[in-house]
């Protein structure tokens, strides 16, 4: 079975540009949430789509946004790039939101330079 | 105070040894605990989930819970160096769907 895969890599872009990174859950699982890891915090949540809505968010600004499509695949968007921006982007996808009985098993991550 | 709190380290162990990885969490209303490693550059990797007081064991690693000294630990049995890497302690409370992340623990085995 496919892992979660997560494009592009790698990327490099200004302040002020925006972002778009996707993700493909493993087949079957229909939740997908994303974190941001910088050296300084951790690991932060950012949201959390389930059924192509919103069920949870994290402590990010608007800028960060996101979405999930009918197939479970899911992007988010960072608009007007700012340094701090530059981490690790992680999506995790779980076969449902239940945290207890579905853990997350993570992609290899997007990581985004702004420079 | 963190809501998981974890000793960064790093944890230095000799090949062969148990390397003992500890987390406390502040939320009581905590209800599953997962134990992630991390290698560098790569993203973080499942080892395995607890939810009951208690030892729950998968090979060489054993993850202990005691929910009422809001602790959880990972013990690594005949330590590799392969087995050295970040491991992170993520708690999942009541209510919410987003798991909470400690900063991790680095762990060095030594040949």
């Known amino acids: 079975k496919a892992g979660v895969t997560q494009t592009p890599r790698y990327l490099i872009k200004t302040r002020g540009q925006q972002v778009t990174l996707s993700c493909s859950p493993i087949?079957?699982?229909?939740?997908v949430s994303w974190y941001q890891q910088t050296p300084g915090q951790g690991l932060q949540f950012l949201f959390e789509y389930f059924s192509e809505t919103q069920r949870n968010k994290g402590n990010f600004p608007g800028r960060f946004s996101g979405r999930q499509f009918s197939n479970s695949r899911s992007e988010m968007n960072v608009s007007t790039l700012e340094l701090g921006d530059s981490a690790l982007y992680l999506c995790?996808?779980?076969?449902?939101?239940?945290?207890?009985?579905?853990?997350?098993?993570f992609g290899n991550g997007t990581r985004l330079t702004v420079t | 105070q963190k809501e998981v709190e974890q000793n960064s380290g790093p944890l230095s162990v000799p090949e062969g040894a148990i390397a003992s990885l500890n987390c406390t969490y502040s939320d009581r209303g905590s209800q599953s605990f997962f134990w992630y490693r991390q290698y560098s550059g790569k993203s973080p990797e499942l080892i395995m989930f607890?939810?009951?007081?208690g030892d729950k064991e998968d090979g060489r690693f054993t993850a202990q819970l005691n929910k009422a000294s809001q602790y959880v630990s990972l013990l690594i049995r005949d330590s590799q160096p392969s087995d050295s890497a970040t491991y992170l302690c993520?708690?999942?409370?009541?209510?919410?769907?987003?798991?909470?992340f400690g900063s991790g623990t680095r762990l060095q085995v030594q040949p």
């Open positions: 993520a708690v999942n409370s009541a209510g919410r769907r987003a798991l909470t």
């Open positions: 087949s079957g699982h229909r939740s």
């Open positions: 995790a996808s779980s076969p449902t939101p239940d945290g207890k009985n579905s853990p997350l098993h």
């Open positions: 607890i939810y009951s007081n």
